[in-house]
């Protein structure tokens, strides 16, 4: 019995590690210590900002553009940290499984701001 929880219990942490699901206010970005964890911290951003459905900048609400601060506000607290901290490089996130959606989205984000 005891083999079966340990086993259930490495099955659920993984599953909640790899899948994300998490949102970007619950990034530890002095977590991230791998090129991965960094694009996929960074992706987690860039859902939640597309997820808002802003079309264009200049339509934004006033909460909406304080969502959006406090978005690129931790987009570029994550940036920082695998840049600067952990020396990742663009070269290493490529490398990733997430790097062309990433970029993808990333594209997206960059033609509404």
Aim: glycine share 8%; proline share 0%.
């Amino acid at each position: 019995m005891k083999k079966v929880l340990i086993a259930l219990t490495v099955i659920g942490l993984a599953g909640l590690t790899s899948c994300g699901g998490g949102s970007a206010a619950d990034i530890k970005v002095e977590d991230l210590t791998d090129a991965c964890g960094c694009a996929e911290a960074m992706e987690t951003v860039a859902d939640e900002v597309l997820d808002m459905g802003i079309e264009n900048e200049d339509d934004m609400t006033e909460e909406q553009e304080k969502e959006i601060e406090t978005l690129f506000d931790k987009f570029d607290e994550i940036e920082d940290h695998c840049k600067d901290e952990i020396k990742i490089k663009k070269s290493d996130m490529k490398e990733c499984g997430n790097w062309d959606s990433l970029n993808e989205k990333m594209g997206k984000v960059e033609d509404v701001f």
